[in-house]
């Protein structure tokens, strides 16, 4: 959900710049003496070096949870004087130009989702600044209001889907209408006015809906990746199971990004972060490890991937991860020793092999995390709306009073995330009484 952007170019320039230099070495190369190349190529070695050093310890520095986003990009671009990283501060100052204005009250995903998105958007510069290719840039929700639609109140008293999220301009989404078998493709009806905000026009000149509208499919990179249940007369509610799983243990050995590979007695410092993200069809691990050296020549190893914890049996999809979803640890090594300490959140042990007596950056400093149970809800994957959906359309004064009666019979006790249950406290303390004055058409 995501459109193009200055970051682009000026990874662009820094494209054209590489070509250009590479084209000046090698007619160093070619010259008498070679002392003027290696020269120069230590001088760029060194550059990239010194760059790479102050993008790890951004990103390091924001997988604290305490972390100000702002002041770590602050002092990054700080941090990047000299020449040759011009490119890089210009993608840092978008960057911290295009968070700011998503901690207003018209945004409605917290600090972390923001803190969390801005590291992943460092470890993207980083990569690309190493020539690492990268898979596309996805788009990331954090919510949407409402969660499902009522027919019964489209489009006098609704004319509007919102989605907050991340990066809705990098990359097209395409919204679908499903009506009985057939999808209708009604992305011409997506407006966004900002990256963090997509809206999806419901009014008279907006989607129509019929008596056969069944869900709102949202696509990306020819994956769906997540519904909105339309309500109907005659939709039910959908079954729900909770379920726990333990995870096999995972292992990651992040790739050498700069140094000679050598540890040396000297650290590593090392920080790690697991953050369990979910599609309707998977709950995913995404595993960030930094272990630098702490003097010398600064060897690094570094780097994130995902892996997939878990996937439903056929018939059901994800709806939620009760509990809590982050952990991460930071320590430095002082021997030759694997080390092993106790997780928190999702991870039950994080175990570390830094130094070694050989090579160590890219070869043996890696992390293994075993994992506590996890708990999610699942949903049955059909036309049908979530009891979580009517709980907070209901709350939201987006449902009409006869779709409300209709559905009530059919809920069971809802499970609510223990984050978006903190935010909602006062009025799931307080049950709302709808009031059907609201509604002018019932």
Same mark, same amino acid.
């Given at each position: ?37 290696? #020269? ?11 760059? %790479? ?16 986003? *702002? ?42 989702? =923001? ?52 990066? @809705? ?5 395409? =919204? ?53 249940? %339309? ?7 959908? #079954?729900?199971?909770?379920?726990? @799983? ?20 000297? #650290? ?51 709806? *939620? ?19 092993? @300490?106790? #997780?928190?959140?999702? =991870? ?18 890696? %992390?293994?995390?075993? @994992? ?41 006790? %809802? ?6 249950? *903190? ?20």
């Amino acid at each position: 959900m995501r459109t193009g952007s200055n970051r682009g170019n000026g990874r662009g320039n820094l494209a054209r710049r590489t070509v250009v230099m590479g084209g000046l070495l090698l007619l160093l190369s070619l010259l008498p003496g070679c002392g003027a190349f290696k #020269g120069i190529s230590n001088t760029i070695d060194e550059s990239t070096d010194k760059t %790479v050093a102050v993008l790890d310890e951004a990103i390091v520095d924001l997988a604290d949870e305490s972390a100000d986003w *702002q002041i770590v990009l602050q002092d990054t671009i700080a941090q990047l004087t000299d020449e040759t990283q011009q490119t890089l501060r210009n993608d840092i100052t978008n960057l911290l130009r295009r968070a700011p204005a998503v901690v207003g009250a018209e945004f409605r995903c917290d600090v972390d989702f =923001v803190r969390l998105r801005v590291r992943q958007d460092l470890i993207r510069i980083r990569a690309s600044l190493l020539g690492i290719e990268l898979e596309p840039k996805e788009p990331t929700f954090c919510s949407v209001v409402p969660l499902a639609v009522d027919a019964a109140l489209v489009p006098s008293d609704l004319n509007l889907v919102e989605f907050y999220g991340y990066d @809705f301009d990098t990359t097209p989404v395409q =919204v679908l209408m499903r009506n009985g078998n057939q999808d209708i493709d009604v992305s011409s009806f997506l407006d966004r006015p900002t990256h963090y905000h997509m809206t999806l026009n419901l009014g008279g000149n907006g989607v129509q809906l019929s008596p056969d509208s069944q869900r709102f499919v949202l696509r990306w990179n020819d994956q769906e990746i997540s519904t909105i249940a %339309v309500i109907q007369p005659a939709t039910p509610v959908c #079954g729900t199971e909770t379920r726990e @799983f333990k995870p096999a243990a995972i292992s990651y050995l992040p790739p050498h990004t700069r140094g000679d590979r050598e540890y040396s007695g000297n #650290g590593p410092r090392v920080t790690a972060s697991v953050e369990l993200v979910y599609t309707d069809t998977s709950v995913n691990a995404v595993v960030t490890m930094t272990a630098e050296e702490t003097k010398s020549d600064w060897t690094t190893a570094s780097g994130s991937e995902t892996f997939t914890l878990y996937t439903p049996d056929p018939g059901f999809k994800i709806q *939620q991860i009760v509990g809590e979803v982050n952990s991460s640890f930071n320590y430095i090594d002082s021997d030759h020793e694997d080390d092993v @300490f106790a #997780g928190s959140g999702p =991870v039950a042990s994080y175990t570390f092999s830094g130094d070694d007596e050989g090579s160590d950056a890219g070869v043996h400093t890696a %992390v293994t995390m075993t @994992f506590n149970q996890i708990r999610v809800e699942l949903i049955e994957d059909k036309n049908c709306v979530s009891p979580l959906a009517v709980r907070m359309l209901e709350l939201q004064l987006l449902i009409s009073p006869a779709t409300l009666n209709t559905l009530t019979p059919q809920i069971g006790t %809802v499970q609510i995330n223990p984050d978006l249950q *903190q935010r909602l406290e006062p009025q799931l303390e307080n049950p709302l009484i709808l009031n059907t004055d609201v509604f002018t058409n019932p």
